[in-house]
């Protein structure tokens, strides 16, 4: 199991304020530091982390294998996604083979024939890559993922609520025949299928290589993100009662949702990419 770690107690959204640093000794960096809200960070055996590199100045990321690289972690709990763990990260002068910066590990990776034929990437990865920093490019599968998990839950939340509208009978008929009740199954249900093309329209982006992959990947998060939480709060609705019963799926698809809109770069940070890439150069929010 790895992780990918990047945010630290003072960088979260700013990533460009990393405090854990990297410092070349020999063959060796050590790293100094702390990161919070890594997944998977408890039951990592190696860890990708984000340091700033103390004799360029810049940041980049180092792979840590645990048992050679040890480190201590600390689990934070939260209200979803409870099947992965949630995590602190301490460092203190951990020591890592210097081969594993990751440039020095990309640029392997890309000039050993066996190494790239292994690599998990597209071609239109590739194009990415050539296009945009590391980071940006591989960022952008994550962010539709998080945006087509997102509709996952929410088809599932929905799939329940129209199964209940069809059975549960009030007023001598069943709820579903009830135009309120109808009313939110069309928003729940276009919701799910336009959240669903634009996560299609995403990854259809990335296999292409395309430039656009970018605003698309961000927008596909927030939207499906979003979707699937006002999703689950009317799939709670109609279930009335049972909606918010400990019984029921529904409240772990409505805790898990509201997950959706922090991790790989929240929802506000999403949206001022994609006005960044609409707008161009020079609408930069952060310069
Ligand atoms: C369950 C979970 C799993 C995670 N997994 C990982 C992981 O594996 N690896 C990892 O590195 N990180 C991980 N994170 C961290 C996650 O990426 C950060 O929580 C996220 O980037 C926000 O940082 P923050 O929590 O410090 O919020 P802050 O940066 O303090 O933001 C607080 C609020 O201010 C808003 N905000 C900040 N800057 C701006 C701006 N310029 N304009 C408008 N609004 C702004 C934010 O959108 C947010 O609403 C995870 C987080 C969670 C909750």
Not at 63 to 71: I, M
Not at 81 to 105: G, H, L, Q, R, Y
Not at 205 to 224: D, F, N, V
Request: glycine share 10%; hydrophobic share 40%; aromatic share 10%.
């Amino acid at each position: 199991i790895g992780c990918f770690a990047e945010t630290e107690p003072e960088a979260g959204c700013d990533t460009s304020n990393l405090q854990t640093t990297a410092k070349l000794e020999g063959d060796y960096y050590v790293i100094n530091g702390k990161k919070t809200w890594i997944s998977n960070g408890t039951i990592a055996d190696a860890a990708f982390v984000g340091a700033k590199d103390l004799n360029t100045g810049a940041e980049s990321f180092f792979l840590l294998d645990r048992e050679a690289s040890p480190f201590d972690t600390n689990e934070l709990h939260k209200i979803g996604w409870k099947a992965d763990p949630t995590s602190e990260m301490f460092f203190e002068d951990c020591k890592v083979p210097k081969d594993n910066e990751m440039t020095v590990m990309m640029g392997k990776a890309f000039t050993d024939p066996k190494l790239k034929e292994s690599l998990p990437l597209s071609e239109g990865m590739m194009t990415l890559l050539g296009q945009m920093s590391p980071f940006t490019a591989l960022m952008t599968l994550p962010r539709s993922g998080m945006g087509l998990a997102s509709i996952g839950i929410a088809q599932a939340a929905f799939e329940a609520s129209v199964k209940y509208a069809k059975e549960r009978v009030q007023f001598g008929k069943p709820i579903g025949k009830f135009q309120l009740i109808q009313e939110m199954l069309y928003h729940m249900n276009v919701l799910i299928e336009t959240g669903r093309l634009l996560g299609y329209k995403a990854i259809d982006a990335i296999a292409k290589g395309s430039p656009e992959a970018r605003r698309l990947s961000s927008m596909a998060k927030i939207y499906g993100g979003e979707a699937a939480i006002k999703v689950t709060y009317d799939a709670m609705q109609i279930h009335g009662g049972l909606g918010v019963s400990e019984e029921s799926p529904l409240e772990r698809y409505y805790r898990d949702a509201r997950m959706m809109t922090i991790p790989d770069g929240t929802s506000e940070i999403m949206k001022l990419i994609t006005g960044y890439s609409i707008l161009g150069k020079g609408f930069s929010a952060y310069t």
